[in-house]
């Protein structure tokens, strides 16, 4: 019979030495994970050293990861000695600190698709979104993003839009979406329909609409009725689809009622979705990955990507460069506004606090220029915005170094693409875009649809050089300015 005091000591021994090697074990020793969790294979690396490798198993268990995630896992850990211990894992807690990217290089490897089953439900169910009307484009991009976002949800196929040009009236100077983004690649996304193919299957009448303005707390509903009115009469005039009589429209005053219209067509074949900026606020169930996918596929035309390819290796000699976007419509109205020719004293303040601020995010700047070996710093400004003041201010402060360009010197490259269109706002607008998401470290204005579009392109791209003016640069302030 065993003494029971040694089997006593002995279990105190194993506990003890149990406790030395499990920081050792699960920092150092085990090599690789396993969790079944996302919708795509990927890399992560949690803690010191544990390598997690994820497998494709469905959108239902999709995680989105924001610094870090919870998982339930089965953990399979392979010690030096090549023998197999598995522990079944609850709740963990792992820190994203590495991107792997086979792909694209997109944060998590091979971008996020819709998954085939759930394409199948999207079959033959439409959600057209009407995201051509007040504001630039890059306003409506971000109505783009949430018409996405809800035809996912809703398990529908979304109709391509068109968008409005830059500066144009309602009616005219419309851009196709194949003209802005690469559609093909778009596609491997999720399944989309043109309009044309929209109106064969769903015209001339579509009864199901939804519609809901983003301040309904104050909303004045003649003014909703006139933008209803505004929006029926562009979808009967590009595709000649009538929408129901203003009277058979139902107007949320609520986030409840606006549910209410949307559970109402969820049978539908065929949706209008009317201004989708008014449902930004809902936040809808699982879109993490959706939208790191949405952001992975909606990447520029070849053209456009050619072009930025080739301007960088001549822009600054090959060397990398520091894309800053800035935009202030203090500065535009006041510069060339309606208030230039007024003899209004606040514009003197304002432009004295706004050259104030352009020179401090130049001292930024020059920093990070000199961590990152920056060639040059690349300015992009609304077309409203003179160039030559920024850059003026800017180069007080660096005194040139790097050297600070715009987009004319990108024209005076003679790039035959650009040639093509160097009059053309919209597709300069892209371009500067375009060469943004490629910078090596990107600063921008976290108020403005178009530094954000890029915010979300480079966080997919998992390009961590990026700055927000508005929060990441504690010492400014933007009080008395708005962009």
Known sequence: MLNLKTVFFSLIGLVAISALLYP?????????????????????YGGSSTKVRLHSTGMENSVGFDGAANFEMELTTIPTNHSTLTNHVGTTNIAVTRYSSPTRNLPFGVPYTIPAEKRQAMENRFLYAVVHYDGGPNFQFRQLKIAIQFAVYLNRTLVLPEFKHHRTPYHMGRVSFEETFNVSIFKEFMPVISMQKFREKCGPHISNVIFFSRYFEHNVM??????YRKQSHYVHEQLNIELPDIKAITFPTSGAEAWHVIDKTRHARCVVMIAPVGFEWV????????????????????LLITAAENILTRLCDGKPILGFHWRNKTGE??????????ADSRCHSLLRNQNGI????ASHMKSLSKEQDIGCVFVATAPKEPREHVVREISMVTENEPKVLTIDDVINLHNPDVDKF????????????ELCARSAVFVGIGKSNWSKFLFHEREAFGRKQTYDVTRDFPDLKFSRLYV
């Open 358 to 361: 352009i020179r401090r995010v």
């Open 222 to 227: 003649n003014l909703l009725q006139r933008s």
């Open 283 to 302: 936040k809808l169930p699982n879109m993490a990955m959706v939208s790191y996918g949405m952001a992975g596929h909606l990447v520029r035309t070849s």
């Open 24 to 44: 050792i074990v699960f920092r150092g020793v085990f090599s690789r994970a396993e969790m079944k969790t996302s919708p795509y294979r990927q890399e992560l």
């Open 333 to 342: 109205e006041c510069r060339i506004g309606h208030l230039q020719k007024a």
């Open 422 to 433: 160097r009059s053309d706002d919209y597709f300069i607008s892209l371009l500067e875009q």
